[in-house]
Structures are given as C-alpha cells and as structure tokens.
C-alpha cells in the first residue's frame, strides 16, 4: 500500500511536469509574478541562500512512457544551482549556495516539500490552464517562516527553483521555475520559462542560457 502511494504520488508529480511541458513547449514563454508588496521587500534584500533546485530529467521511450534519469537530474541540478549563484553574483548579491548535507536539515526538506505543491498551484492558476483571477490580480503564495533558516546563513532572502526536461536525443519539452522568498515565506518573485528548441538542460551550456533567460528580469521590474 505504502508503495503504491508512493507510485501514486510520484505519478501525479509527472503528469503536472508533462502538462506544464505541453503549455510551454509551443514557443519561449518567459513571465514573472510579484507579491503587492515586492518594491518594500526587495529594497532589504542584499544576501542570497540558494537551496539545490529540484530537477527532473526523463527519457521519452518509444512505447510512450517516461523513465525518470537520476545521474541526469543530480548534474542538472547541480548546473542549475551554479548558473543561479553566477547570475545572482553578476547582479552584485551576496550569495550563499547549500550544500547536500544542508539540503537534508529538516526545515530545509519542509520548505522544499511545500514549494514543490505551491509551485504546482502557480503554474496551474496564474499560467494556466485553471487560472484564477485572484491569484492573477493579487499574487499571494506562502511557504511559512524560513527566518531562522535565513539568520543562520546570514541571508535575506531565499532563492528555490524547480524544473522539469523531456528527451529523446532533443528535447521535447521543458520548463525552469525560480523564486524568491522573504524571511516571512511570502514569494516575493517569481519567474516561468520553457523553450525545448532553444535550451537542452542535459548540458551545463543549455541550463546556464535558461537560467539567464529566467533570471533576466529580476528586480527590473515591479516597483
């Protein structure tokens, strides 16, 4: 039983990535979401810690299955969390990258659990295809206090990402979120992009393009 909600789980985790793969894999859609509050936040934001970004990497198999690609997704994620903290760099924060053994604390694990669900939730009502106005109108999205997580790292603000690739030889769809989280857990930016004829996440290359490409707008606008 344990199993098969594990299968369950894991198979609902798939299906989103793959229906977020079909909205984006028609063209470049870029686009960021703010807090109402972002100019007052952002104006006390020097330090970033950036958590290790979840990404899945899966090979399409001609039957039409999927089969999840491990040594694939460790190295993307670990190409992702470099391209994140040379951005952040070049952009004159001070940046803080967690390590493995950071990444298994017990708050860290809670917070990346809870974003992976909030980040399921905006994609599917502020991108589509069940948008909600409210959230379009107001973009308010909570993943509780990280405030202590913060102090012990001497940072301001929190920095997550999540993606998702399918390929067979080219990639056939993919997607890269990133977002920015204040002391109190409220995501305070938040940016969407995926282009599988543009970017190949199976190469360092590939990620830092598409990290760039997210990252392009941060803090240029909403004020």
Known sequence: MQNLKKMTIFGRSVLMAILIGLILSACTYPSERFHPQFPSYRQSMDAMLVLV??????????????IFQDIQSQEAQCNAQQAIVRELQ??????????????????????????????RSIQLHT??????PAKLSAFEYDLGSVADILKANRADGLVLALGHQTASGQPSK????I???????????YSLQGDHQKFNLQTSEGMKALVEATLADLWEQGS
């Open 127 to 132: 991108f589509g295809p069940q948008l909600f």
């Open 90 to 119: 070049e952009r004159h924060f001070t940046v803080q990258a967690a390590d493995p053994q950071m990444m298994q604390l017990t708050e860290i694990i809670s917070v990346t659990s809870l974003f992976r669900s909030v980040n």
């Open 174 to 177: 993919n997607w890269l979120s």
């Open 179 to 189: 977002a920015v989280v204040e002391p109190e857990g409220h995501i305070i930016w």
């Open 53 to 66: 970004p979840e990404i899945g990497m899966f090979e399409q198999m001609p039957d039409g299955s999927r």
